[in-house]
């Protein structure tokens, strides 16, 4: 059903309405500040908590990832797949360590699961790729954030 | 005449890709966005690349389409609408491609054709979308060629002639001075109820919103255009496009003096009248052409602007707006008119 607005006696000449509303497409036009990013140059600032690109935390070139299959579970989209091996001082370490970037939701369940600060989530949202990607071991443990 | 046909040609060909760049940044503007302005200055050249786009694209027809009337409709949108300029004078009386006795009857007729491509377009298409499209195309086209027909019969009362030549040598005369400064008895100052009228329902004859409900993208996706690509949808867009110019120079001949002088430009003229005829001429002939080419541009500008300022209208308004007020106005505005010109005030 349709609903019957009250509309006054005058605007329903909509042509003063049809003028105020050309107005104020011009003052935008004219005055307004632009909302568009120009992507190359200009950055959208996103905050220090945004979810983006994965590493894993290393200290003196180890990484703190001792492969407790703690992430592999939480993860919602079973989306990191890891291989684990023993180190020469019987420490657990990842042989593998593979990331399927397609299948991440970006949730960050990972990050918070890891009892060893391992698994980071950095500020690099630019990921765009021209064939299916597998974050390897090597590339997980560039150190691309600092949380 | 093969000149003027092909002055008149290549401005109205060259006028979509002008108008592609200003829908596009004029749209963005209006909406407090950029707009493309990567390619060429400001974005320049991005109609360029459309146009090469379309040209390189696949021509291709759906399997369940009427092949004949599919390859038909595009070419009879588009043949009316370029025709329609022929009898409108564009830079001084002389320059006109066919000065015919029925002038403005000449334009609405030829106008009305277009409407058969649209219902070509959507009945060969074998669409639902399609159809439904050009069925509104085909009702609104009716309702508001009436209005438009009726808008301008005052002015017709007035100048006592349907040859635009004759409306625009009438509209250079003065109708008053205040204080040194001459109003010219443009069409608007005559009948600024026409004006509007006339305005509103070349909104509608054009397709542009708020009244374009055949293509209305919301409810139909594409309309009458639906299935077509590559070329074909190009001639659609150049047919909207050149409407849209014919009705901007419809307007701008008829209330605003067409090729006469904008203020200020009968001083430029004077600059250059030294005594040598040709150079007269030759420059009167320019600047009347430069103030006609500025009216055009400015109504069309006024398309874009409303396009992005003003939601679509919904069907059953659109019928009622038509019937229900602007044909009694116009009705009335010719009554009046009458009336005024029969007391001599007129
Ligand atoms: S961010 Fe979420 S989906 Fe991606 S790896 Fe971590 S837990 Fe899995
Ligand atoms: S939860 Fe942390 S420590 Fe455990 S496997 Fe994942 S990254 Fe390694």
Redesign the interface.
Known sequence: MLAQRKTGFFNKFY?VE?IK??M???R??LF?????I?FPEERRDYSEKFRGQHYIKSVNGVENCTACMLCPTVCPAECIHIVAGEREDKEKYPIKFEIDSLRCCFCGMCEEACPKDAIKLSNIYEMSQQNRTVYEKEFLLEQRGNK | MFLKIGIVLVGLLSVTPIMLFVERRGSALLQNRLGPNRFGPQGLLQSVLDVLKFIFKEDRAPGHVNKFYFSLAPLVVVVPALMTFAVIPFAGNDFIIANLDVGILYCFSIASLGVYGIIMAGWASNNKYSLLGSLRSSAQMISYELTLGLSIVGLIMIFQSVKLGDMVSAQGETLFSIGGIDVPKWGIFLQPVGFILFLVSSFAETNRLPFDLPEGEAELIAGYHLEYGSMRFALFMLAEFVSMTVASALLSTLFFGGWQYLPGFSWIAHLFSDGNIAVTYLVSTLLHGISFVIKIASFMWFFVWVRWTLPRFRFDQLMNFGWKVLLPLALLNVFVTGLLIYLGVL
Not at chain 1, 32 to 36: S, V
């Open positions: 042509l049809i509303g050309l104020i497409t011009m935008n036009m307004a500040k632009r909302a568009t120009q």
